[in-house]
């Protein structure tokens, strides 16, 4: 599944639908190119294992990468929860899209070592 | 300020929100088999389903659409339902689950609880699924399949209990009258028992079912707004349920309706100048609760002071609703005030009352006040009078020896009144002025014993006897009661009636001087002004509350409530109330 844009401004009056769970798994399977169940229908129940799987994904694969983060991930069933979930999950996208493109960059300018938007260091 | 009380200060109140039901499970346990089509439930159905009192846990479902993200729910895991959480049993979206219902004895009806749009088929009959369901069964085992209507969504089976278990709100209740009564007359004064009938629609035919229901059912009713209801009275079914044009009436008596079932025999009251008060509390409080009454809530009893004046006090033998009617109105004696109030929500107190509510006169219907003769002498014809003493023997005589058996129960009548009983060879002993019953700890056993006698002939004559061990001797110290007085009169002296009694005891209770039962002097203090009205209601009131009356003229009178009449009927709300002038 291609990656779509996490929401983040989830609020305790919002509801969780199925496409919000494949959007949550799916992204989570892009960014760690691993198989979570991301094919979730009306007639699925979410489970505290595929939660915790969405979890321990999210933490081996920022720590792999070298990702902090102020969000904490928790099994709570709340607004909060999925926000930080899915800012974790925007958050990790984006540090490793940012060290793809560095290894891209580097491997472009030689010794040069990226280090932003249009700025190497020699 | 409660909401309750923020309505009832404005001119046009909203609809009180109504609340009721019946619950009308036998104690029978149900098992549940073969059930297939519920891809998500409990792991222990069979006890989860027959538990309605478990509360449902709600989970991250994804039916319709979707769950909140408020807290409320959590992840499923596969689990057994507790006492903290169940989830029962549901079907796919749009889904069918089956089950069979087993029972020990036959039943005349299941009540099943569900959520979702969907039919319960049962014995051949589809019914609507409305959330709680009765399904008439006359059977020990029945099939239930469960189907849902909705594509988007399950059914959810939550409980499935035996027997009839209903509850109304307002979208369902025709109407609700409850009779709460007390009686606060000076001459002749009763038990009072309160009552409810409720009136209510119920969509499918179950009047053959709900025609099974046993006597003493419980029937609860609240009533106020969301997050202000009053608290939950609880009555008992007093007569058959019916059922007519899918109305179902139900009629209710609050538990003191056993007071008058429950007879006492003669019962002592032992009591000191300094444990009076405590002493006929506590005393009032096991006729209350020897009836089968639970209490909902009741004050400490009084404390005991040092005063050691021994004095004994005899009831006669009498039925509950006798004895606690008259002490409730014999005892009054400056703030100690014994006061029993059932009407659904069972509460003793020793405390002098004070004003609790405030009623405008502006806001009632007309008020009509009458006023009875005073009484001026308070009579007796009793062989004992209207006072009498009770005089104490302080010897113990032997009533009877018994010849007994470990481990069995005896009584014996002693054949009089008595201020103290004992036995000996005993355990578990009980006593009224009268009798007393135990079991025996040891076998009484016997031996031959063999005496010589030297006649004057100068004969040697042997006499074989029996000596017992281990007897049961039942002793007594006797009570004998002195008449006092026949009469009392009103001081000062008026112009009045004389009221005749017949005393339910012999003796009296004092506090250090002060005489506390029986208190006939009390009641020339009570006022013989009573009144009525129609007013908008609340149903937090009780019979013997104390309320500040707000009169059209600008004064204020305490009153006392005698009996409240509360309809709910048509939307809207009425009580009619009668009290008494005064702190009765």
């Known amino acids: 599944m291609a990656w779509i844009t996490p929401k983040t401004d989830w609020l305790e009056t919002d509801r969780c639908t199925y496409e919000d769970m494949n959007r949550i798994a799916g992204n989570v399977n892009e960014i760690c190119s691993i198989s979570l169940k991301a094919n979730y229908t009306q007639d699925d129940v979410v489970t505290l294992t595929e939660c915790q799987n969405i979890i321990i994904a999210l933490e081996t694969m920022a720590e792999l990468a070298g990702y902090t983060s102020d969000e904490t991930l928790t099994e709570l069933v709340t607004a909060d929860s999925y926000n930080a979930v899915e800012s974790f999950t925007l958050g990790l996208k984006t540090w490793i899209d940012l060290l793809l493109r560095q290894t891209s960059a580097a491997i472009y300018s030689g010794d040069g070592f990226y280090v932003g938007e249009d700025k190497y260091l020699r | ?584």
């Not at chain 2, 009078?385 to 481990?407: C, F, K, M, P, Y």
Request: glycine letters at 8%.
């Open chain 2, 1 to 584: 300020m409660s909401l309750i009380d923020t309505n009832n200060a404005k001119q046009i109140r909203p609809p009180f929100l109504i609340s009721c039901g019946i619950a009308a499970r036998p104690n029978i346990n149900l098992s549940f088999s073969n059930i297939t089509g519920f891809p998500i439930g409990d792991t222990n159905p069979s006890s989860s389903l027959d538990s309605e009192e478990w509360p449902i846990k709600a989970i991250a479902d994804l039916q319709g659409d979707g769950f909140p993200l408020d807290g409320s729910c959590s992840f499923y895991a596969s689990a057994a339902g507790s006492e903290d959480g169940k989830i029962g049993l549901m079907t796919h979206i749009g889904g069918t689950g089956s089950l069979t219902v087993s029972a020990s004895s036959e039943i005349p009806a299941l009540t099943i609880y569900t959520r979702g749009e969907g039919t319960i088929t049962a014995g051949g009959v589809s019914y609507e699924a409305r959330g709680v369901n009765v399904i008439p069964v006359n059977s020990t085992s029945i099939s239930v399949t469960f189907t849902s209507t909705d594509a988007t969504a399950r059914m959810e089976v939550q409980s499935i209990i035996p027997g009839i278990n209903l509850s109304w709100d307002n979208d369902s209740i025709i109407s609700i009258e409850l009779n709460l009564r007390s009686d606060l007359s000076i001459e002749n004064s009763q038990w009072a028992v309160s009552e409810i009938e409720i009136q209510a629609y119920y969509a499918d035919d179950i009047s053959e079912a709900v025609s099974t229901i046993a006597d003493n059912v419980p029937i609860w009713y609240t009533c106020g707004y969301t997050g202000d209801m009053s608290p939950d009275r609880r009555f008992y079914l007093s007569e058959p349920v019916t059922m007519k044009d899918n109305i179902i009436t139900i009629k209710g008596r609050d538990a003191s309706g056993a007071f008058i079932k429950t007879t006492n025999a003669a019962q002592i009251l032992n009591t000191t100048s300094g444990s009076g008060k405590y002493d006929l509390y506590v005393k009032l409080m096991h006729f209350i609760q020897d009836a089968g009454i639970t209490l909902r809530s009741k004050e400490s009893a009084p404390a005991k002071t040092s005063g050691s004046v021994e004095r004994s006090l005899i009831f006669k033998a009498n039925t509950s609703d006798v004895i606690i009617q008259n002490i409730i109105n014999l005892s009054h004696t400056g703030s100690y005030w014994p006061t029993f109030v059932d009407a659904g929500i069972p509460k003793l107190t020793h405390s002098k009352p004070t004003s609790k509510w405030d009623i405008y006169e502006a806001d009632c219907g007309d008020v009509r006040q009458a006023a009875a003769r005073n009484v001026s002498r308070i009579a007796s014809h009793d062989e004992y009078g209207l006072h009498s003493r009770i005089v104490r023997d302080n010897t113990a005589q032997e009533i009877v020896r018994r010849h007994v058996t470990a481990d069995t129960r005896y009584s014996q009548n002693a054949g009089g009144y008595y201020w103290k009983l004992s036995v000996s060879n005993a355990k578990d002993i009980s006593v009224t002025a009268e009798s007393i019953w135990w079991t025996a700890i040891l076998n009484t056993t016997s031996f031959g014993v063999i005496g010589y006698e030297i006649t004057t002939d100068g004969e040697i004559v042997e006499h074989e006897s029996t000596i017992y061990q281990n007897e049961s001797v039942v002793k007594g110290k006797a009570a004998s009661i002195i008449k006092l007085l026949s009469s009392i009169i009103a001081s000062p002296k008026r112009a009045g009636m004389t009221m005749v009694v017949d005393p339910i005891a012999y003796g009296q209770v004092f506090t250090e001087s002060v005489l506390l039962y029986p208190n006939y002097n009390y009641l020339f203090n009570r006022s013989n002004i009573t009144g009525s009205f129609i007013w908008k209601g609340d149903p937090r009131m009780q019979p013997r509350d104390v309320f500040t009356f707000h009169r059209l003229d600008g004064t204020t009178q305490t009153c006392t409530i005698e009996t409240i009449r509360l309809k709910h009927k048509e939307g809207g709300t009425q009580a009619e109330i009668t009290y008494r002038l005064g702190v009765c």
